[in-house]
């Protein structure tokens, strides 16, 4: 999938097998292959055959130039298995020896897979994402060519993009190969003329090499073209950079004197957007400038985060070197703010260090709406300062409040699952920006893989989705029944008494906004089915049309999935057309529960409807953070 996408985006299809391990290969997995051999008119398949991508495996008799190698799913480890079920269309088609092409089934397969893709590349086009991008993976120079080829790709689709570039690691590489140690206090570092000088050198040096390899451009296609000729051979990409960023010396902070290393200041929003509106990436260095005319050192993510707030940006997305995990190590694929803000609480209370850090980062006042301030810790040290390099923990007082034009994350060994970069997530939604994705970026194509595909591959910290949504409590019963009401005079739901409702009252989901509800549904679980019920969905009329229904449905979504649910079912009469636009479709009666059956009022003649759901690995932990 990732192979064809991006093919499709220079519009090179000719080959129609593609030979690639992926990632699952580097990683030296034992994989079992089915060979495909070539007769004189089709590719048929043949024996069964034992790869080792480590080399020691060899796979016997006959095989075609180019093969697509399919990994057997229970062999990968849970993440490359999310990415396995994604079908690839290069080995959806095949041709003939007389050049004429043999359709398979898996072309319905790549059929499927752009169809249930359009509505996200739609979806995206316009908006404007900020990616961020450590020094630890830009490191790999695989793995930079393949982000820079996502994101020409995303560009291509219709998406303005800001690029930030980290090059902590590189500058401290520079620094110990002069004999010198790069040091930190908390997560700024302290830029003195040597580290400047690196710091200098490594930004000019990824920033030539990013827009080199942006200026690529497409390749050109052996398949036929339609249009014009004379774009086969047009130029890479439009790559803007420049003094965007206006920063401030940090100073001297607790008898600690930063040096160069700098603020921000203010980001140049305005200048910014005229580049993305003329077509152009726009890549943003960690080197801001003074109104003195000094070059300062400052953090990318905190540059990052100023960016994603100025612009008002519909996504910030930050790459890692792996993945957020819970405590189970199962991956958390969503938050809300709410929700996020406890798993805040939950690590930052482990220890002082922690505590420590998030106030130093976030503020005083974010540590006691945590009630945090109250903790008792074994020590309660403050402002304490050690190298990076030792691998300890190093905090100071100061913290991003004394600005207030981003969040800076770096310096810091992490012990306490990204709790630095799930605080700056906070900060940045609650600052305007919609979406946070945190993403493994040693992934490949793992941005393609969270925006275009259903359930993302990272973890996603959402400022409006689910905004006001709850479980209903005993006091939501009267407000509860004026919502319903209406739809059950009108015959569009089934009526219910209010014992009925009130006993329950505990599946039920509601939509608050000042104080009033405006919308609900409940949620029935047939858990040894593994399938749940959505019904009494209710939307006030003067709220519909305004996505309240949407986010509704996709809630209990997740709720059901998170309670390992494969699909949910319901049963409707004259709200069909609604459910089938998002992703139901019609079912026989015997599909259903049969303790579900047994109580169906079928003199109301209602249909069937059903939507398949993703079950996600959930600790029972997890499930209570999350619901």
Same mark, same amino acid.
């Given at each position: 999938?990732?192979?064809?996408?991006?093919? *499709?985006?220079?519009?090179?299809?000719?080959?129609?097998?593609?030979?690639?391990?992926?990632?699952?290969?580097?990683?030296?997995?034992?994989?079992?292959?089915?060979?495909?051999?070539?007769?004189?008119?089709?590719?048929?398949?043949?024996?069964?055959?034992?790869?080792?991508?480590?080399?020691?495996?060899?796979?016997?008799?006959?095989?075609?130039?180019?093969?697509?190698?399919?990994?057997?799913?229970?062999?990968?480890?849970?993440?490359?298995?999310?990415?396995?079920?994604?079908?690839?269309?290069?080995?959806?088609?095949?041709?003939?020896?007389?050049?004429?092409?043999?359709?398979?089934?898996?072309?319905?397969?790549?059929? *499927?897979?752009?169809?249930?893709?359009?509505?996200?590349?739609?979806?995206?086009?316009?908006? =404007?994402?900020?990616?961020?991008?450590?020094?630890?993976?830009?490191?790999?120079?695989? !793995?930079?060519?393949?982000?820079?080829?996502?994101?020409?790709?995303?560009?291509?689709?219709?998406?303005?993009?800001?690029?930030?570039?980290?090059?902590?690691?590189?500058?401290?590489?520079?620094?110990?190969?002069?004999?010198?140690?790069?040091?930190?206090?908390?997560?700024?570092?302290? =830029?003195?003329?040597?580290?400047?000088?690196?710091?200098?050198?490594?930004?000019?040096?990824?920033?030539?090499?990013?827009?080199?390899?942006?200026?690529?451009?497409?390749?050109?296609?052996?398949?036929?073209?339609?249009?014009?000729?004379?774009?086969?051979?047009?130029?890479?990409?439009?790559?803007?950079?420049?003094?965007?960023?206006?920063?401030?010396?940090?100073?001297?902070?607790?008898?600690?004197?930063?040096?160069?290393?700098?603020?921000?200041?203010?980001?140049?929003?305005?200048?910014?957007?005229?580049?993305?509106?003329?077509?152009?990436?726009?890549?943003?260095?960690?080197?801001?400038?003074?109104?003195?005319?000094?070059?300062?050192?400052?953090?990318?993510?905190?540059?990052?985060?100023?960016?994603?707030?100025?612009?008002?940006?519909?996504?910030?997305?930050?790459?890692?070197?792996?993945?957020?995990?819970?405590?189970?190590?199962?991956?958390?694929?969503?938050?809300?703010?709410?929700?996020?803000?406890?798993?805040?609480?939950?690590?930052?209370?482990?220890?002082?260090?922690?505590?420590?850090?998030?106030?130093?980062?976030?503020?005083?006042?974010?540590?006691?709406?945590?009630?945090?301030?109250?903790?008792?810790?074994?020590?309660?040290?403050?402002?304490?300062?050690?190298?990076?390099? !030792?691998?300890?923990?190093?905090?100071?007082?100061?913290?991003?409040?004394?600005?207030?034009?981003?969040?800076?994350?770096?310096?810091?060994?992490?012990?306490?699952?990204?709790?630095?970069?799930?605080?700056?997530?906070?900060?940045?939604?609650?600052?305007?920006?919609?979406?946070?994705?945190?993403?493994?970026?040693?992934?490949?194509?793992?941005?393609?893989?969270?925006?275009?595909?259903?359930?993302?591959?990272?973890?996603?910290?959402?400022?409006?989705?689910?905004?006001?949504?709850?479980?209903?409590?005993?006091?939501?019963?009267?407000?509860?029944?004026?919502?319903?009401?209406?739809?059950?005079?009108?015959?569009?739901?089934?009526?219910?008494?209010?014992?009925?409702?009130?006993?329950?009252?505990?599946?039920?989901?509601?939509?608050?906004?000042?104080?009033?509800?405006?919308?609900?549904?409940?949620?029935?679980? #047939?858990?040894?089915?593994?399938?749940?019920?959505?019904?009494?969905?209710?939307?006030?009329?003067?709220?519909?049309?305004?996505?309240?229904?949407?986010?509704?449905?996709?809630?209990?979504?997740?709720?059901?999935?998170?309670?390992?649910?494969?699909?949910?079912?319901?049963?409707?009469?004259?709200?069909?057309?609604?459910?089938?636009?998002?992703?139901? #479709?019609?079912?026989?009666?015997?599909?259903?529960?049969?303790?579900?059956?047994?109580?169906?009022?079928? !003199?109301?003649?209602?249909?069937?409807?059903?939507?398949?759901?993703?079950?996600?690995?959930?600790?029972?932990?997890?499930?209570?953070?999350? #619901?």
């Amino acid at each position: 999938m990732l192979a064809s996408i991006r093919e *499709h985006q220079s519009i090179i299809a000719s080959l129609p097998i593609d030979f690639s391990c992926r990632r699952a290969a580097s990683q030296g997995l034992a994989m079992d292959q089915r060979a495909l051999a070539m007769d004189r008119q089709s590719w048929v398949f043949t024996k069964q055959v034992n790869c080792s991508c480590g080399g020691g495996g060899r796979a016997t008799g006959s095989l075609p130039s180019r093969l697509h190698w399919l990994p057997s799913p229970n062999k990968l480890p849970p993440i490359a298995r999310s990415v396995r079920r994604l079908p690839s269309p290069l080995a959806a088609a095949a041709v003939n020896t007389n050049g004429s092409c043999v359709v398979r089934e898996n072309h319905r397969d790549y059929v *499927h897979w752009f169809r249930e893709a359009w509505p996200y590349i739609q979806g995206h086009r316009g908006s =404007t994402f900020v990616i961020v991008v450590p020094g630890e993976i830009l490191a790999k120079r695989e !793995t930079l060519d393949n982000i820079l080829q996502d994101v020409s790709l995303l560009h291509g689709l219709g998406i303005q993009i800001v690029l930030v570039p980290g090059v902590r690691v590189q500058i401290d590489d520079l620094l110990r190969e002069r004999g010198r140690e790069p040091r930190y206090v908390g997560a700024y570092r302290i =830029t003195d003329a040597h580290a400047l000088d690196a710091s200098m050198e490594a930004a000019g040096k990824l920033r030539v090499e990013i827009e080199a390899k942006l200026s690529r451009g497409p390749s050109i296609p052996v398949l036929r073209r339609h249009g014009e000729n004379g774009r086969w051979h047009e130029s890479g990409l439009g790559v803007a950079s420049g003094n965007f960023l206006s920063a401030k010396r940090r100073g001297v902070v607790n008898g600690v004197d930063f040096g160069a290393t700098g603020e921000v200041k203010k980001i140049d929003a305005e200048r910014i957007k005229e580049r993305l509106d003329k077509n152009c990436i726009v890549l943003m260095s960690n080197l801001g400038y003074s109104s003195t005319g000094e070059v300062l050192n400052c953090n990318t993510y905190e540059v990052a985060t100023a960016c994603a707030v100025a612009l008002q940006a519909d996504k910030l997305l930050c790459l890692l070197d792996s993945p957020v995990l819970d405590e189970n190590g199962f991956l958390i694929r969503f938050m809300t703010l709410p929700r996020a803000d406890q798993l805040i609480r939950q690590r930052a209370s482990q220890s002082y260090i922690a505590a420590d850090y998030v106030k130093a980062l976030a503020g005083s006042s974010y540590v006691k709406s945590l009630g945090l301030a109250d903790v008792p810790f074994p020590n309660e040290r403050r402002g304490f300062y050690v190298s990076a390099s !030792t691998g300890d923990l190093a905090l100071s007082e100061e913290n991003y409040d004394s600005c207030g034009k981003g969040f800076a994350v770096g310096g810091l060994v992490r012990t306490q699952g990204y709790l630095s970069e799930l605080t700056a997530s906070v900060h940045v939604c609650r600052a305007g920006v919609r979406r946070v994705h945190l993403l493994d970026g040693t992934i490949e194509g793992a941005l393609l893989l969270e925006l275009y595909t259903r359930d993302g591959i990272g973890t996603m910290i959402a400022s409006d989705m689910y905004e006001g949504i709850r479980c209903a409590t005993k006091d939501d019963l009267q407000d509860v029944e004026k919502l319903l009401r209406p739809l059950e005079e009108s015959g569009i739901l089934v009526k219910r008494s209010r014992e009925k409702l009130r006993g329950e009252l505990e599946h039920y989901v509601v939509v608050e906004r000042e104080g009033s509800l405006i919308a609900c549904c409940a949620l029935y679980p #047939f858990l040894k089915d593994k399938c749940a019920e959505v019904g009494a969905f209710a939307v006030s009329p003067e709220c519909r049309g305004h996505g309240q229904g949407d986010s509704l449905l996709d809630y209990v979504e997740q709720k059901a999935a998170a309670m390992d649910c494969q699909y949910l079912f319901l049963l409707t009469t004259r709200a069909a057309d609604w459910f089938v636009s998002r992703g139901f #479709f019609q079912c026989p009666l015997e599909q259903l529960p049969a303790a579900r059956r047994s109580g169906i009022d079928f !003199t109301r003649g209602s249909k069937y409807y059903m939507k398949s759901l993703q079950p996600r690995p959930c600790s029972s932990a997890q499930l209570a953070l999350q #619901f």
